[in-house]
Structure formats: C-alpha cells, structure tokens
C-alpha cells in the first residue's frame, strides 16, 4: 500500500509550526526548503522528506498542543514577523514554545486574543462563518443615541470595503459606552461603523471570542482549561450551535 503524501502547508501547520495560510507565505518567500529544494506550492512530503524553514528542522511531534488566553494591551501587534514590528505579540508574550495568534486584534484595541501551536484549529476558527461570535465593550467620544444602536445593529454599508456588515447585537451600556457581538471580521470593522456615523471610538476591548471569555489583566495570559477547549472544539464542529453565556456579564 503505497504511503499517503501530505501538503507541505498541511504539514507545517500539523507540526504546529505555524497556520496553512503562513505557511503558504513562507513557501512564497523561499524560506522553506524539502531535501535542500525550495519547493513549489501545493508541493507534497512524504514520511522520508525533510523539511527545514529558514535552515531549521521542523518535525511533525506529537506534543500536546498548546492554547492561550491573552489580554493583548494597546499598542501591541498581532504578527508573527518580529524582524519588521518590534511591539509584536510573540516578543512580548516570550513563550517558551513557537505559537501563533488566531486572527488578530488592532494595535490601538486591547482585550482577547487566543494563541496556539495547533496548525488545524487557526483554520477552523477563520474559517467559521456561523456562530464565530466576538464580543466588545466599545467607548466613543459623544453621546449614544438610540438611532446610533439601530443603525449599527442593522448593518451598515461600508464603501471603501464594498460590503455591508451583517446584522449585530449591539446594548447600550452607559452614554458613552456600548456593546457589540459580532459574527464576521473585517478590517477595522467596529471602527469604520462608528466613523460612517460620524462617531469616534476613543476604545475598543474585546471580552469574548465564542466561548473563551476574557478574565486576565491587561498583559497576562492563562491556558485554555479542558472543558473550554471541548466546548470550543463542538461548536467548531457544529457551526449552527450557537453560543448562551453562562452567567449575564456586568
């Protein structure tokens, strides 16, 4: 029985080096190489095949995978590249093993960032279209209207993307804060919805991501506990079941 070759991003990603979507940078950089070749994408490996990124061995272990919980502050970068940003995630988190956020979290936002080494589950969570909920508490520089609520939670054009954003949960707070659940991830998204009605976002936190809630101080980091992971991995699993907080939040 002839041996099942693998995808050199699947394998990276397995390794949990990094996610298939920065391996694919990587093989387009040049910086991978399988026997000493740089290879092509979509390039397959079998078991025998060595592969090096930027000269070092990488091997497909079996080590538990690891997953965090960090509250990103403000001013920090949500990228893996610590040559061209130095305020990035991975130099200041210094973990002792090679992660990788999931997703990101703008550099003037704070709050809930998850981080791991699992290649598979980066690209479960970004490839989640229903139920992916991120929750935010969001402050803005004038008063709250109600008017302002019902345009934001009823989706609102955005022109330099060319998409209007989807419909939302969004509560007033106080008179000038609100909360905002979102299912979708585009580009500045809550900040370009506050300034197409001429309001300002002086900050933006983020305290969910599905079923992980924020619960650390500002730079720490805890380990996802198991009974979070399998919640997490079900509704993965089951993109329709969708998220009931345990307990209403203040």
Do not use: W
């Amino acid at each position: 029985m002839s041996e099942e070759l693998k995808r050199i991003n699947k394998y990276l990603s397995e390794a949990g080096y990094c996610s298939r979507r920065e391996a694919d940078k990587l093989i387009e950089a040049g910086r991978v190489t399988i026997n000493g070749v740089v290879p092509e994408m979509g390039t397959k490996i079998g078991s025998n095949d060595e592969v090096h990124v930027d000269g070092k061995l990488i091997t497909n272990n079996k080590d538990a995978f690891v997953y965090l919980a960090f509250n990103k502050p403000v001013g920090i970068v949500c990228t893996t590249d610590t040559r061209v940003e130095k305020d990035n995630i991975i130099d200041f988190l210094n973990y002792p093993k090679r992660i990788f956020p999931i997703g990101r979290l703008d550099k003037p936002s704070e709050g809930l960032i998850l981080l791991t080494d699992d290649g598979d589950i980066v690209n479960k969570i970004l490839r989640a279209s229903n139920n992916h909920e991120k929750e935010y508490i969001v402050t803005v520089d004038k008063p709250i209207s109600q008017t302002f609520i019902t345009r934001m939670s009823g989706g609102i054009y955005l022109d330099d993307l060319k998409q209007t954003t989807k419909k939302c949960e969004v509560e007033k707070l106080s008179k000038y804060a609100f909360r905002i659940v979102l299912t979708q991830g585009l580009n500045r998204q809550i900040r370009r919805m506050c300034d197409y009605l001429n309001y300002e976002v002086l900050t933006l936190k983020r305290v969910r991501i599905m079923n992980i809630v924020l619960d650390t101080p500002v730079g720490q980091y805890r380990e996802l506990s198991k009974n979070e992971f399998k919640e997490l991995s079900d509704l993965l699993e089951n993109s329709k079941k969708s998220y009931q907080p345990k307990a209403t939040r203040t």
